[in-house]
């Protein structure tokens, strides 16, 4: 089992270019969901999804789209990169069996630098 | 202020010492979580608690609903057992979690 795969793990972009941050979970788990950590602040989430075809917006999605086309997929678009957007971004997805149950299963991360 | 706080946020003990993280939040939750974050950047899901104390090797983790409080306790620490500590909670009625700032535990031998 993989678990969650994030790619890259790594990557530089310059302010006004778009990228796709990748994520996928091979554990069928339905919710899946988006952070970035900045330093001195706790995560943050960014986007989330319930099932295939289904997200809905966290605390600080602006600057940042999402869809899941695939129980399996769920990338983050950056449109038009901003400094701002500066951060370590995790994927993280659980089952949503029992409700407060299920522990989040998170990707190793990806550095992304806005210069 | 934060939703969720914890305390302290720097931790350093010597190897042996109970070690007590504190998490207190503001907002009506479903469920309570404790992470690890290794120095790596790693992140893994220790406990998740609604009620009651879990306990997993030496780690324990309590939550009184009432009082809107969590803690992590770490008996007999190691060196190992350095990382930073996150408290996170489910809110109450949605699929939102909300993470505390982090709790950077250092533990010398």
């Known amino acids: 089992n993989a678990g969650v795969t994030q790619t890259p793990k790594f990557q530089v972009l310059k302010t006004g270019q778009s990228m796709t941050l990748q994520c996928a979970q091979d554990?069928?788990?339905?919710?899946m969901s988006w952070y970035r950590q900045d330093p001195g602040m706790g995560l943050r989430l960014i986007h989330y999804s319930v099932g295939a075809g289904i997200t809905d917006q966290g605390e600080v999605p602006n600057g940042y789209n999402v869809s899941r086309s695939t129980t399996e997929d769920f990338p983050l678009r950056l449109l038009s990169a901003a400094p701002s957007q500066t951060s370590v971004y995790f994927c993280?997805?659980?089952?949503?069996?029992?409700?407060?149950?299920?522990?989040?299963?998170f990707g190793d991360g990806t550095r992304l630098s806005i210069l | 202020k934060n939703e969720v706080e914890q305390s302290p946020q720097n931790l350093t003990a010597q190897e042996g010492e109970f070690i007590t993280i504190n998490c207190s939040y503001s907002v009506g939750i479903s469920a309570l979580h404790w992470l690890q974050q290794h120095p790596g950047g790693g992140i893994v899901s220790l406990f998740m608690?609604?009620?009651g104390k879990k306990k997993h090797g030496r780690l324990i983790a309590t939550i009184n609903i009432q009082e809107k409080h969590s803690s992590l306790h770490i008996t007999a620490s190691h060196p190992r057992d350095s990382a930073v500590y996150i408290c996170a909670v489910r809110s109450e009625g949605t699929y939102k979690y909300i993470f505390g700032t982090g709790t950077r535990l250092k533990v010398l031998a």
């Open positions: 554990m069928n788990h339905e919710y």
């Open positions: 608690l609604s009620s």
């Open positions: 993280a997805s659980s089952s949503l069996g029992s409700y407060s149950n299920q522990p989040q299963h």
